[in-house]
């Protein structure tokens, strides 16, 4: 069985080079912080990653405590290559600490992974080359790479633990000390001395001119043993997003509970042509799982709340317009409000049950990450590689409160990925436009949306119409009642008319059940043709391959009488719904006077009936029309519309791209590289739109 696709966290380590006498107690604080994370209450389900840059001191300290630790697998990052790296330690005095360094080297693989940046870029535009990064007693390129490297892990991962004094102030730090590191992490800015810094690097881009500051966590070691504040502090949000992992990562685990959880390395298929790539592909796929099976849940649930406040409005009106004791003289009416006090606690526990299993968050969050996802893949795939070509740039810039939570869950899934990923085994490739190849980007989302728009489409009109047939049912009960009155009203001002109307009831009385259930059966008519026309096809003709309900649909002509022909919603239909529910009043008191009930009894009885029954029908209108506001299913079927138009659009504008005389594989791919941004940028924006305008419906509150 395949491991799952879990999301690992990515614990950064940045500290003093020396550290005198402390060793000892830093490397017990930074066995505790490890041990820590471990830990039932934070995060036992999750692949741990200790990203450091291997200097002495401190980041050598960290990883060899976390090289003995089972769950935690070291990621190593120097400035440059390894030869210019160990100029560091050529002093006598290093030698303890070199020996350290080639111990972490000498660990698994499984447990130890090593990368080494790419240089800085040098005035010229080229890289610097090796002899300029020489240790001397003042390099400030040399210096500057260091910079880079701290950035870098500040930069990657979700939690920073800095060994440092905890008042050590960032602008009396050198260029790539501690505290200047520190102070990105925790404020987000770079500073003047690190903007130069990412704008000579290939490792890491300027943020975009309108993003915000993205702070993150920092947990402070003092070697002096001060006492230094809960990492949590006041960066919130960063902290729910490692719960939000874990979360995610403990229902993945699920099938595999009873095994044990695998090293962050053993995630990625070392044999894929692109293992960060696979990785993500497959973390997509189970994400896209449980957002269908939330949503699912969430429907459902949303359907159990819309048919509990329907039950309670009949159960409320019941005991406050009818005497059940002359309907049903077994039923105590104390009962009736013991089951509308019942119904209101089981709709409070529904809500209850959807907040705490975070439906809407996974149906909803999961949706926007998993699109995230598909397009950092294809940009990938397109060997589009740099650091500014990444989805979370682009995806809930300026998100608050749950949106900043998951733009920086897709950030870390991404920063886990280029850090533990092996490099792809090709560049980019261009895009597959063959239909058939439906595998691929652009195929896989034609014949996606072609399939499912048209039937998203179909179930937004079927609810909408069954809302509208519901309110003029109401409406034509109303109607019944208002004439029933005004009978009533003129009853009174002629009694001579009375009699007559007696006798006329008395001769026909044994007629009266009958035309009340003839109306009943009329209404079973209607009902099914409604049911019918749900089935059926939309618009045109009967497909080859219609199966019994289209055929009848199709054959039949009573969708001209319910007003659904084409593209309405049923609000044209009231011309068989009013009347029809004005037939319900006249059908019971018809049934009621075939009783033997006393006329005048039958008149009130009627009368409070339809009273109950016009109010029921309007509010299983309401809560038809909850359901459908709830789903989206309007909203969702034009955006799936809308994006069907435009990956079609873009399949025709690469086919022209490749019908040019004279184009090669590089001006293709070129080409490519520019569309396929356009569109992921487009798609992420659709996504964010959707997401902004339904994340918060329709149980949790806005943050």
């Known amino acids: 069985m395949p491991l799952p696709p879990l999301i690992p966290i990515v614990i950064g380590v940045t500290g003093k080079r020396e550290l005198g006498d402390k060793v000892d107690f830093v490397r017990e604080r930074l066995q505790e912080a490890l041990s820590r994370l471990e830990d039932e209450e934070h995060f036992p389900n999750t692949p741990l990653v200790l990203v450091t840059g291997l200097a002495k001191g401190a980041d050598l300290l960290a990883a060899e405590v976390a090289l003995q630790r089972p769950r935690w697998t070291v990621v190593g990052i120097l400035p440059f290559k390894e030869n210019l790296f160990l100029e560091d330690f050529a002093e006598e005095a290093d030698s303890k600490w070199r020996e350290c360094f080639e111990r972490v080297l000498a660990a698994p693989p499984e447990r130890f992974l090593l990368k080494v940046l790419n240089p800085l870029r040098s005035p010229s535009g080229e890289p610097y080359k090796p002899e300029d990064l020489h240790r001397t007693a003042d390099n400030p390129v040399r210096r500057q790479h260091y910079e880079q490297v701290g950035l870098a892990i500040a930069d990657r991962c979700s939690l920073l633990i800095a060994v440092m004094p905890s008042g050590e102030e960032p602008a009396k730090a050198k260029v790539g000390g501690t505290a200047r590191i520190v102070q990105y992490k925790r404020g987000g800015k770079l500073d003047a001395a690190a903007r130069e810094v990412v704008q000579i690097s290939e490792e890491i881009a300027l943020p975009e001119p309108l993003d915000g500051e993205v702070k993150g966590l920092v947990q402070i070691i003092d070697p002096d043993g001060r006492k230094v504040a809960d990492m949590k502090g006041d960066q919130h949000y960063a902290w ?39 990785y993500i592909r497959r973390l997509r796929r189970n994400l896209s799982t449980i957002q269908g099976q939330d949503k699912k849940r969430l429907t459902w649930s949303m359907g159990g709340l819309a048919v509990v406040f329907v039950v309670s409005v009949i159960i409320l009106e019941s005991y406050a317009k009818l005497d059940v004791r002359s309907l049903f003289p077994w039923l105590d009416p104390r009962w009736l409000f013991a089951g509308y006090v019942f119904t209101f606690l089981c709709g409070l526990r529904l809500v209850s049950w959807v907040h705490k299993n975070a439906l809407p968050a ?25 650091p500014k070509d990444r989805v979370d740039r682009y995806y809930l810039v300026g998100g608050e409160g749950h949106f ?45 949306f072609k399939n499912t728009s048209d039937g998203k489409h179909r179930a937004a009109i079927r609810w909408s119409s069954l809302a509208w047939y519901l309110f003029q049912l109401s409406v034509g009960v109303g109607v019944a009642i208002g004439l029933l009155m005004l009978l009533r009203e003129l009853g009174t001002r002629f009694p001579e008319v009375q009699p007559r109307a007696q006798a006329l009831v008395a001769e026909y009385r044994h007629w009266l059940p009958i035309f009340g259930l003839a109306a009943a059966a009329l209404c079973f008519l209607w009902a099914s043709l409604f049911m019918i026309w749900v089935r059926a096809p939309q618009q045109g003709s009967s497909p080859p391959r219609a199966n019994l309900w289209q055929r009848i649909s199709h054959w039949l002509w009573y969708r001209r009488l319910l007003g659904t022909r084409g593209t309405h919603s049923g609000k044209h239909g009231w011309r068989v719904a009013v009347p029809l529910g004005a037939l319900l009043v006249p059908a019971g008191i018809a049934f009621l006077l075939g009783q ?17 029954l016009m109010i029921v029908l309007a509010a299983a209108s309401g809560a038809v029309r909850f359901v459908i506001e709830r789903s989206a299913l309007e909203a969702e079927a034009i955006s799936y519309r809308e994006a069907l138009q435009r990956f079609k659009a873009a399949r025709e504008r690469a086919l022209e791209t490749r019908s040019k005389p004279g184009a090669d594989a590089g001006t293709i791919l070129e080409a490519d590289q520019k569309l396929g941004l356009e569109l992921g940028r487009v798609a992420l924006a659709e996504n964010e739109a959707w997401l902004r305008a339904h994340r918060q419906r329709p149980f949790e509150p806005v943050t």
Do not use: C
């Open 596 to 612: 033997n009930i006393e006329a005048v009894r039958a008149l009130d009885m009627s009368e409070r009936l339809s009273l109950v």
């Open 404 to 448: 900043a939570v998951l733009r920086s869950g897709i950030r870390a899934v991404i920063d886990a990925a280029v850090l533990l990923g092996p490099k792809p085994a090709l560049g980019g490739q261009p895009l597959v436009l063959d239909l058939e190849k439906t595998s691929f980007w652009i195929p896989n989302q034609i014949d996606w």
């Open 240 to 278: 729910m997003t490692l719960k939000r992992i874990e979360a995610y990562n403990r229902r993945a685990r699920e099938p595999w509970a009873a095994t044990e959880l695998p090293a962050a390395q053993q995630l990625f298929d070392v044999n894929a042509d692109d293992p960060a790539g696979d």
């Open 362 to 386: 996974h149906a909803e969050d999961y949706r926007g990450a998993a699109e995230a996802m598909r397009v950092q893949v294809e940009w990938w795939h397109l060997g589009l590689r740099r």
